[in-house]
């Protein structure tokens, strides 16, 4: 009796949790029941376009997430260790793209790297090399509205760990690299994993900057979010879209699953 | 000192709440949602405010995307008064679903090449020109139908090669998710050239030349314009949309007159 009334949220709180849970199954219970509903959907889900677009989608990310923890995580650690004027700034810098609309990022980006772009131009004059249009320009956005999510993270998992033992073991004769790698490293794994997380969710999710940075063309820049916009104009309309939306839904679900798998094993060895 | 503060915070927000519900019930205007083809963006914004003036009760808001985008969201129940396509497929698409009152041909248009600034593009044919990067508006949007029909029709024709659609597509480097969105990528300078509509250029910047598309490859636009719901407000709109006063705005935005009425 008393473990189920600790399950229970009290009566007060019943209503509001309530109108929560039917707010956000409500769309995810829609989406399924049209799949299932909708025969049509199902062929759409094994097309060609919506398989590329997934291939894409997959690897792009995966793509944005390796770069954001390759760069991200000395940025990171640096930002948890290091005392100077201005580091509000810095971190506010680094958190800005978390705030902006990716509309705004996709602006921001071709103004930048664009073939009339700030680094797009001299780029392409001096060396031939344009990034609009391409897979490279996919990744771009993904990593810029991603790379955020794990470099915030990452540094709060950081300045979790005592800089005290870093040194004691820097002391003991361990290389300041091997400190981080075996001290460092496993104790702030858990923020790690879930900045890395929200870092490739994000970029999986990106729509906004990519159409306006890398554009639309099937297999090369056409992720998932893109061809379910494409779908939802095409004439097989919402059955289209609905068919992508499931299979990306599906396949952000096993990946997730998977990553936290991941990361709750090497986080149970290490630690 | 806190709870004074919340509850201060709280009767403004209620004042403002109170004060944009007043200016809103205040009028007796009746409004006419219009869902809008992209290439419609500015004749009828233009339209709309002479609508306005010429109609003092009635205000006309607008919805403008890519025509087969404003098909999906009308047939999934959006509440639309009035449709205006680009090409009768969206329009023949919901009175398929029993969702048309009335339909009227509201305009026509014609293909352009719009080249960026110092791309070396003279005509149509030099869009097969291996290395040209292109934006053309997606299949699922009627520029973009209308474009692939007149590269088809060119296919083999005096001075193009057999393959020249095929040429053509494969220069092109982004399926835009309307005309507008093809159009700003020359305008930026990223692509070298699109296929828009010449009601598209009547608008556009210093920085995009036109080069045309000849008569008998264009596959003519057929705009056209549909009464969703009933309401006179809604009749009232398409009616000065298709009247003397609105194609004069229309022919003033680049656009073509009615093929006639279907």
Redesign the interface.
Known sequence: MSALRARLPPIGLAAPIALFALFFLAPFAGLLERGLRDAGARAEMTSGMALEALALSLWTSTAALAIAVAAGTPVAWWLARARFRGKGAVEALIDLPIVLPPTIAGVAL?TAF???GLLGEPLDDWFGV?I??STAAVIMAQLFVGAPFYVRAARAGFAGVDAQYERVAHTLGASRLRAFLRVTLPLSWPSLAAGAALCWARALGELGAT?IFA????GE??TMPLAI??A????A??TA?VALSLLLLAAGLVALAAFWLISARAGGDGA | MRPRAALAAAALMLAALAATAGACGGESRETVTVFAASSLTDAFTELGEAFEAAHPRAAARFSFA?S??L??QA??GAPVDVFASASP?EVE?LADAGLVVEQRALAGNRLVVAVAEGAAIAALADLAAPGL?L?LA????PAGRYARRALALANGADGFPPDFAARVLAN??????NVRAALA?VE????DAAIVYASDLARAGARVRAAPVPARFQAAADYRIALLREGDAARAFLAFAVSPEGAAILARHGFAPAGGTP
């Not at chain 1, 554009?215 to 099937?218: E, Q, V």
């Not at chain 2, 930026?188 to 692509?191: F, I, Q």
């Open positions: 071709l664009g073939r009339n344009t609009g249009f159409l554009g639309n063309l099937r820049t056409q916009l494409g939802f104009e095409s004439a309309g919402l879209a | 890519g087969g985008t098909r999906t047939l999934e497929e698409a990067r934006a997606a299949e699922a949007v092109v480097r982004s399926h835009e998710p990528r930026l300078g990223e692509a």
